[in-house]
């Protein structure tokens, strides 16, 4: 089965920098990767999803990045916000049978005014 | 629009009660998930259904388990509660699309 791993546990940045959050994984290449948003207290919430086939997806300030020769994917949020902090998890098809996910343990994002 | 919804918000259960923690979803999903979050952890799948009448076990299965007699619940039976169950629970669906919406999730502590 597929470990995915997200190497930095917490991030700290500037307003108005780009964050870059990184997530690696092993085995075979997955058909697609997705990101999610998590708030303290709250559940996950969906932002993009980057198919095997897409070197690059973007959506307003968030670009992911999908490279299946280095089997990674970096997430970028440019000009931060301390809005933007938060935790990231990146997630894949847990088997080649695509019926569940495997996450991340997350980047805690930590955006400072 | 609920989404998904998840019942209790919290509890705390002594060692060996039982409880179900409630998950409903109004968007007609077929696949519906079970996880447990522990700090510093991630979110671990406890057991998933694709289907109503079809569940199969994740990778933290033990102590639980699962039922799916309609396409909306999915709820998740703790039998016999040890300390080791105190987490934060959450419930997701999904569509064909493999993305995943989750709901509030459910504190618990076993003590």
């Known amino acids: 089965s597929q470990k995915i791993e997200q190497n930095s546990e917490a991030l700290n940045i500037q307003e108005g920098k780009t964050a870059t959050l990184t997530c690696n994984y092993t085995n075979y290449s997955p058909a697609y990767l997705q990101w999610y948003r998590q708030d303290p207290g709250r559940g996950p919430v969906f932002l993009l999803l980057i198919r095997e086939n897409e070197k690059e997806k973007r959506k307003e300030r968030l670009k992911v990045t999908f490279d299946t020769t280095l089997k990674q994917s970096l997430f970028h949020i440019t000009a931060s916000q301390p809005a933007d902090s938060a935790t990231y998890l990146c997630?894949?098809?847990?088997?080649?049978?695509?019926?569940?996910?495997?996450f991340g343990k997350g980047t805690t994002l930590s955006v400072s005014s | 629009n609920a989404g998904v919804t998840q019942t209790p918000k919290f509890r705390i259960l002594k060692i060996g009660q039982s409880m179900t923690l409630q998950c409903a979803q109004d968007?007609?999903?077929?696949?519906m998930y079970w996880y447990r979050q522990d700090p510093g952890m991630g979110l671990k799948l406890i057991y998933y259904s694709v289907g109503a009448g079809i569940t199969d076990k994740g990778e933290v299965p033990n102590g639980y388990n699962v039922s799916r007699s309609t396409t909306e619940d999915f709820p998740l039976r703790l039998e016999l509660a040890a300390p080791s169950q105190t987490s934060v629970y959450f419930c997701a669906s999904s569509s064909g699309s493999n993305i995943q919406y989750f709901g509030a999730g459910t504190r618990l502590s076993v003590l």
């Open positions: 968007m007609n999903h077929n696949y």
């Open positions: 997630a894949l098809e847990r088997d080649q049978a695509g019926t569940a996910l495997i």
